[in-house]
Protein backbone atom coordinates (compact mmCIF):
# COMPACT_ATOMS: atom_id res chain seq x y z
CA UNK A 1 0.00 0.00 0.00
CA UNK A 2 2.73 2.27 0.57
CA UNK A 3 4.37 2.04 -2.48
CA UNK A 4 1.44 3.07 -4.60
CA UNK A 5 0.76 5.98 -2.52
CA UNK A 6 4.41 7.19 -2.99
CA UNK A 7 3.85 6.44 -6.63
CA UNK A 8 0.44 8.40 -7.01
CA UNK A 9 1.82 11.41 -4.75
CA UNK A 10 4.58 11.37 -7.17
CA UNK A 11 2.45 11.49 -10.50
CA UNK A 12 0.54 14.20 -8.78
CA UNK A 13 3.36 16.45 -8.55
CA UNK A 14 4.75 15.62 -11.48
CA UNK A 15 1.39 16.74 -13.51
CA UNK A 16 1.16 19.49 -11.17
CA UNK A 17 4.50 20.79 -12.11
CA UNK A 18 4.40 19.97 -15.71
CA UNK A 19 0.98 21.90 -15.96
CA UNK A 20 1.32 25.28 -17.19
CA UNK A 21 0.22 28.34 -15.32
CA UNK A 22 -0.62 25.77 -12.71
CA UNK A 23 -2.12 27.96 -9.93
CA UNK A 24 -0.28 27.95 -6.21
CA UNK A 25 -2.73 29.30 -3.75
CA UNK A 26 0.33 29.81 -1.43
CA UNK A 27 2.11 31.97 -3.82
CA UNK A 28 -1.35 34.00 -4.54
CA UNK A 29 -1.47 34.65 -0.80
CA UNK A 30 1.86 35.47 -0.29
CA UNK A 31 1.89 38.06 -3.32
CA UNK A 32 -1.49 39.07 -2.27
CA UNK A 33 -0.43 40.64 1.06
CA UNK A 34 2.86 41.77 -0.28
CA UNK A 35 1.81 43.67 -3.41
CA UNK A 36 -1.87 43.93 -3.44
CA UNK A 37 -3.32 44.43 0.00
CA UNK A 38 -2.31 47.61 0.66
CA UNK A 39 -5.02 48.76 -2.09
CA UNK A 40 -7.40 46.44 -2.48
CA UNK A 41 -7.52 45.34 1.57
CA UNK A 42 -6.43 41.97 3.01
CA UNK A 43 -10.09 40.63 2.17
CA UNK A 44 -10.02 42.31 -1.49
CA UNK A 45 -13.02 44.43 0.49
CA UNK A 46 -11.62 47.97 -0.54
CA UNK A 47 -12.54 49.66 -3.38
CA UNK A 48 -8.55 50.97 -4.36
CA UNK A 49 -8.61 54.49 -4.01
CA UNK A 50 -12.05 54.76 -4.54
CA UNK A 51 -11.43 53.47 -8.05
CA UNK A 52 -12.06 49.73 -8.43
CA UNK A 53 -14.41 46.81 -7.88
CA UNK A 54 -14.24 45.30 -4.85
CA UNK A 55 -11.75 42.32 -5.94
CA UNK A 56 -13.92 39.71 -3.35
CA UNK A 57 -17.19 40.53 -5.70
CA UNK A 58 -15.20 39.19 -9.37
CA UNK A 59 -14.67 35.70 -10.95
CA UNK A 60 -11.78 34.16 -10.65
CA UNK A 61 -12.05 34.96 -15.23
CA UNK A 62 -12.84 38.30 -14.31
CA UNK A 63 -9.40 38.96 -11.97
CA UNK A 64 -7.39 37.03 -14.76
CA UNK A 65 -8.47 39.04 -17.53
CA UNK A 66 -8.70 42.49 -15.68
CA UNK A 67 -4.92 41.84 -14.71
CA UNK A 68 -4.03 40.87 -18.57
CA UNK A 69 -5.61 44.19 -19.74
CA UNK A 70 -3.35 46.04 -17.52
CA UNK A 71 -0.13 44.22 -17.86
CA UNK A 72 -1.04 44.66 -21.69
CA UNK A 73 -0.97 48.07 -21.21
CA UNK A 74 -4.70 48.32 -22.40
CA UNK A 75 -6.49 49.91 -19.43
CA UNK A 76 -3.91 52.15 -17.33
CA UNK A 77 -4.66 52.84 -13.54
CA UNK A 78 -2.76 53.71 -10.34
CA UNK A 79 -2.53 50.17 -9.40
CA UNK A 80 -0.54 49.04 -13.05
CA UNK A 81 3.12 48.91 -11.62
CA UNK A 82 2.23 46.15 -9.13
CA UNK A 83 0.79 44.40 -12.32
CA UNK A 84 2.79 44.53 -14.52
CA UNK A 85 5.70 42.24 -12.73
CA UNK A 86 2.77 39.85 -13.09
CA UNK A 87 3.45 36.25 -14.82
CA UNK A 88 0.71 34.50 -15.89
CA UNK A 89 1.49 31.88 -12.91
CA UNK A 90 0.95 34.86 -10.98
CA UNK A 91 -2.14 36.24 -12.44
CA UNK A 92 -3.66 32.53 -12.17
CA UNK A 93 -2.61 32.37 -8.18
CA UNK A 94 -3.98 35.54 -6.99
CA UNK A 95 -7.56 34.89 -8.88
CA UNK A 96 -7.15 31.18 -7.27
CA UNK A 97 -6.54 33.54 -3.77
CA UNK A 98 -8.87 35.94 -3.71
CA UNK A 99 -11.50 33.48 -4.89
CA UNK A 100 -10.89 31.78 -1.31
CA UNK A 101 -11.51 35.26 0.13
CA UNK A 102 -15.20 35.58 -0.42
C1 LIG B 1 -1.34 51.48 -5.85
C2 LIG B 1 -2.59 50.79 -5.53
C3 LIG B 1 -2.84 49.45 -6.21
C4 LIG B 1 -2.10 48.30 -6.08
C5 LIG B 1 -0.82 48.08 -5.31
C6 LIG B 1 -2.83 47.28 -6.84
N1 LIG B 1 -3.95 47.82 -7.41
FE1 LIG B 1 -5.34 46.82 -8.48
N2 LIG B 1 -6.27 48.59 -8.90
C7 LIG B 1 -5.93 49.81 -8.36
C8 LIG B 1 -6.79 50.84 -8.92
C9 LIG B 1 -6.74 52.31 -8.59
C10 LIG B 1 -7.67 50.18 -9.82
C11 LIG B 1 -8.76 50.84 -10.67
C12 LIG B 1 -8.12 51.48 -11.87
C13 LIG B 1 -7.95 50.48 -12.96
O1 LIG B 1 -8.95 50.20 -13.65
O2 LIG B 1 -6.83 49.94 -13.12
C14 LIG B 1 -7.32 48.77 -9.78
C15 LIG B 1 -7.96 47.77 -10.48
C16 LIG B 1 -7.78 46.42 -10.28
C17 LIG B 1 -8.59 45.36 -10.85
C18 LIG B 1 -9.81 45.58 -11.73
C19 LIG B 1 -11.00 45.82 -10.83
C20 LIG B 1 -12.13 46.47 -11.57
O3 LIG B 1 -12.53 47.57 -11.14
O4 LIG B 1 -12.62 45.89 -12.54
C21 LIG B 1 -8.08 44.19 -10.40
C22 LIG B 1 -8.60 42.79 -10.70
C23 LIG B 1 -6.95 44.49 -9.58
N3 LIG B 1 -6.79 45.85 -9.53
C24 LIG B 1 -6.16 43.56 -8.95
C25 LIG B 1 -4.97 43.85 -8.31
C26 LIG B 1 -4.02 42.86 -7.86
C27 LIG B 1 -4.23 41.36 -7.97
C28 LIG B 1 -2.97 43.55 -7.34
C29 LIG B 1 -1.68 42.97 -6.79
C30 LIG B 1 -0.81 42.33 -7.75
C31 LIG B 1 -3.25 44.95 -7.43
N4 LIG B 1 -4.46 45.11 -8.04
C32 LIG B 1 -2.43 45.96 -6.95
C33 LIG B 1 -4.95 50.06 -7.44
C34 LIG B 1 -3.99 49.15 -7.05
Same mark, same amino acid.
Given at each position: ??? @?? @??????????????? /???????????????????? /?????? @????????????????????????????????????????????????????????
Amino acid at each position: MKT @SY @STLAIAALTLCTATA /GYADLERGKRLFNQSCAMCH /GKQGEK @SALDQSALLNTLKTDEIITALQARKAGEIVGAGNAAKNRLSEEDMKSLAEYIETLK
